[in-house]
């Protein structure tokens, strides 16, 4: 038999249930899928190929899974920092958006945000922002794999001056993406439950559960929200929520930092996922989510950057490293989320937490050929003795060297094949500087 | 006149004490001292010089400035996480540098941990550790800058078997590297108030202050620790060393995290300096410093990485990131430890905390030629909006292109031309082999 793709001379972080670790190993990849993965044995001889790729030593793993962004938003990074929540939107990223956020500047930026995101090893993301269609357009184009949702909210919003639209226009993306292409999967992404009725939540529910979609909202994410839901509802964000059918297996909550014991429970009973944005919760000073406690209720939960705007990268690697560490200090025991338990979660569980761990998240027999590749022949990543604590703690984005996504090779040795990154960069510096002389 | 180095096309962030940002700056140095510092203006001819460099629009900052590290822990990066600290040193790190830690595994580590920390910007280091004249020796020859340490504790050490000879071994150090160059200033690394004596950190502190040096201890790093000192001194960590002299101008505490008002008082009042390794901190779940605190002050604060063992790594620019970040979530306030602050950590404070900052830390006529550039052209550093948020948030050490360390061009394009960073790699990897051996 001859394969598309084989790699080898790498060690192999499968992340499949046992988390097998093969040194030496072998990847063979036909029609998209993996068909081999395996130890080099004595006198074993590569397969035919299309294309042999020598890893050289370093670590062949999955893709990364980045479960919450805001993709447009990368035309926005650095424009506003070290503020409160409340001026850095209403003088700054509001105004930003209100006049730049067109059809043209969408694409741009989602096409930025996957460049970024794929030099540095995503080959997964789940977005959420308004002219999603276009974001689906310049994602599939971009070759990346994701979870698309048209953002939902009961205010005039970029390309749904008229909130009441809302839903149709989210319903119109839904059924254009339905079914059209493996790569693109479309979602309804919910902005809150303080900027959404409940008539608005269930309509959006109802249009995504309808189809077996997921639908995404930010839930829980500052405390201001959590009191201004208890004293307009009575309840808690996620009780709330709960108590209005939102919560099923096909549920994501981004951030769920100020949850209490009953709302783990409610989580955790519903089958919802929680996507943790570790960077921009600290960024914007957000708090800490239970993370500890959610794995231990057995709650899914994925890693996200967030938008670029308040993190200000999608480097799920710094994030892994942040999250690792952050919740080491917070309950000052070292030994909690180890490498292994924040590695899974920005690959099988992230996988997960978006409804695709039958597809992608761990290099296994059957599944997509989403695969990177880490070049370790650098100071900070010799000597190594654990490729995991390698990936966690020691790796940056900068260390990947290809990206294969659905068996195509989208990047080599750390250049991009799919579009033209010179002619983003220099459009994005110029609306980079128009953005900039509004504000000056 | 002509300079030895002229840099032109970029963005400079002086950190000179209005913190100007000078658009399409020149920096022209001479004699490694920097000569001029200037915008270009119309018209403006470039003066001759043995080397131009174009920094094709990106940013022209000082080297930043490590300010605790443990160079030869290098080659142990990643050989055990996630354990509590007993364990982790008794079981792992304490047996790998007892068998492993000889003059040329010193060497050889303090090699990497150059290559690593210059290829991500810093020029300048503080180190402690045994074998310290094998670290001085390599330092000398990678072109870096740095103070430098000789361990001392009052157990068998690595090359100090007999510990009543620690304190002649590190003044024959210090005699040795007094005045040798001004790239080293020799220093004395007593290991922590619970490892050394009252006499032994008396005798330390005299050897230091009889020729002005830096005197550096771990202080205050653990709650153990404070109990242990409060129990046997009856004292906290910090009190117990102002009561014995150790504190004044010339006195770097390490970490500091366990202090009460009293102690910030006495740190503030005698002039001693804070070095803080948040990341190290993080991850040995330690807890965190009061740098808020110890700024509001008036404390000089630097920024250190520790030992690569517990990080795992040497990049000052995730250091800078995550100290922004993790202050801000600590205590629910997004504008605390904003970028310019964290910036200064990084460079002019940390360059004070060393003593060193009349000659380092900032881009000022003088002063030495400790510059990097940043290359901007990068998916994730595209728009820039403000060049300080971009180097706090947003870059990352694999974002550093040249590398000019008193004048002399030590990195260019991203390789170090100081000395032979391959062979290091492959002797690296061996040695790895061998303690990898140990543990299997």
Redesign the interface.
């Given at each position: 038999m001859s394969f598309d793709i084989v790699i080898h001379n790498g060690t192999i972080v499968t992340v499949n249930p046992d988390f097998d670790i093969i040194e030496d190993g072998i990847v063979c990849i036909k029609n998209g899928r993996l068909e081999r993965v395996e130890s080099r044995s004595a006198g074993y001889l590569l397969p035919e190929a299309e294309e042999i790729i020598d890893a050289k030593g370093g670590i062949i793993m999955p893709g990364l899974v980045n479960t919450h962004t805001h993709l447009p938003m990368?035309?926005f990074?650095?424009?506003?920092?070290?503020?409160?929540?409340m001026p850095?939107l209403n003088e700054h990223i509001f105004p930003a958006e209100s006049k730049h956020i067109k059809p043209e500047t969408v694409r741009l930026g989602t096409f930025?945000?996957c460049?970024?995101m794929m030099?540095?090893g995503t080959t997964t993301c789940c977005d959420g922002y308004f002219f999603e269609d276009e974001v689906a357009k310049a994602v599939f184009d971009s070759g990346m794999r994701a979870v698309l949702g048209q953002g939902v909210i009961d205010f005039p919003a970029p390309g749904v001056l008229e909130p009441s639209d809302n839903i149709n226009n989210a319903v119109r993306f839904i059924d254009k993406w339905h079914d059209k292409s493996p790569m693109i999967t479309p979602s309804i992404f919910c902005h809150s439950p303080y900027t959404c009725s409940e008539e608005t939540l269930k309509k959006a529910k109802d249009a995504a559960s309808s189809k077996k979609l997921i639908f995404q909202i930010h839930a829980a994410e500052t405390?201001d929200e959590r009191n201004r839901i208890l004293s307009e509802k009575n309840s808690s964000p996620i009780k709330y929520l709960d108590s209005i059918g939102m919560l099923d297996n096909d549920t994501l909550l981004v951030h769920s930092i100020w949850v209490d014991a009953d709302d783990i429970d409610r989580i955790a009973n519903s089958g919802a996922k929680v996507s943790v944005c570790t960077?921009s919760?600290?960024?914007?000073?957000?708090?800490?989510a239970p993370v500890i406690k959610f794995l231990e209720a057995g709650i899914k939960v994925g890693l996200g950057t967030d938008g670029?705007a308040s993190?200000?990268?999608?480097?799920l690697f710094?994030e892994m490293?942040?999250t690792?560490?952050?919740h080491?200090?917070n309950?000052?025991?070292?030994?909690v989320m180890?490498?292994k338990t924040v590695f899974k979660l920005a690959t099988i569980d992230g996988a997960g937490a978006l409804g695709l761990d039958h597809e992608i998240g761990s290099i296994e027999t059957g599944k997509q050929a989403d695969i990177i590749i880490i070049d370790v022949?650098?100071?900070?990543l010799?000597?190594?003795?654990?490729p995991v604590?390698?990936i966690v703690?020691?790796a940056?984005?900068?260390?990947v060297q290809d990206v294969i996504i659905a068996g195509n090779v989208v990047v080599r040795d750390k250049k991009i094949l799919t579009f033209d990154?010179e002619e983003?960069?220099e459009r994005?510096?110029l609306?980079?500087?128009a953005?900039?002389s509004d504000?000056s």
């Amino acid at each position: 038999m001859s394969f598309d793709i084989v790699i080898h001379n790498g060690t192999i972080v499968t992340v499949n249930p046992d988390f097998d670790i093969i040194e030496d190993g072998i990847v063979c990849i036909k029609n998209g899928r993996l068909e081999r993965v395996e130890s080099r044995s004595a006198g074993y001889l590569l397969p035919e190929a299309e294309e042999i790729i020598d890893a050289k030593g370093g670590i062949i793993m999955p893709g990364l899974v980045n479960t919450h962004t805001h993709l447009p938003m990368s035309i926005f990074k650095g424009l506003a920092d070290d503020l409160p929540l409340m001026p850095w939107l209403n003088e700054h990223i509001f105004p930003a958006e209100s006049k730049h956020i067109k059809p043209e500047t969408v694409r741009l930026g989602t096409f930025l945000a996957c460049a970024e995101m794929m030099l540095s090893g995503t080959t997964t993301c789940c977005d959420g922002y308004f002219f999603e269609d276009e974001v689906a357009k310049a994602v599939f184009d971009s070759g990346m794999r994701a979870v698309l949702g048209q953002g939902v909210i009961d205010f005039p919003a970029p390309g749904v001056l008229e909130p009441s639209d809302n839903i149709n226009n989210a319903v119109r993306f839904i059924d254009k993406w339905h079914d059209k292409s493996p790569m693109i999967t479309p979602s309804i992404f919910c902005h809150s439950p303080y900027t959404c009725s409940e008539e608005t939540l269930k309509k959006a529910k109802d249009a995504a559960s309808s189809k077996k979609l997921i639908f995404q909202i930010h839930a829980a994410e500052t405390k201001d929200e959590r009191n201004r839901i208890l004293s307009e509802k009575n309840s808690s964000p996620i009780k709330y929520l709960d108590s209005i059918g939102m919560l099923d297996n096909d549920t994501l909550l981004v951030h769920s930092i100020w949850v209490d014991a009953d709302d783990i429970d409610r989580i955790a009973n519903s089958g919802a996922k929680v996507s943790v944005c570790t960077e921009s919760e600290m960024k914007l000073a957000s708090g800490i989510a239970p993370v500890i406690k959610f794995l231990e209720a057995g709650i899914k939960v994925g890693l996200g950057t967030d938008g670029s705007a308040s993190n200000n990268d999608l480097d799920l690697f710094q994030e892994m490293d942040s999250t690792a560490k952050l919740h080491k200090v917070n309950i000052l025991d070292p030994t909690v989320m180890d490498a292994k338990t924040v590695f899974k979660l920005a690959t099988i569980d992230g996988a997960g937490a978006l409804g695709l761990d039958h597809e992608i998240g761990s290099i296994e027999t059957g599944k997509q050929a989403d695969i990177i590749i880490i070049d370790v022949n650098r100071p900070h990543l010799v000597p190594m003795y654990n490729p995991v604590s390698h990936i966690v703690y020691s790796a940056r984005g900068s260390d990947v060297q290809d990206v294969i996504i659905a068996g195509n090779v989208v990047v080599r040795d750390k250049k991009i094949l799919t579009f033209d990154v010179e002619e983003i960069l220099e459009r994005a510096s110029l609306i980079g500087e128009a953005i900039k002389s509004d504000f000056s």
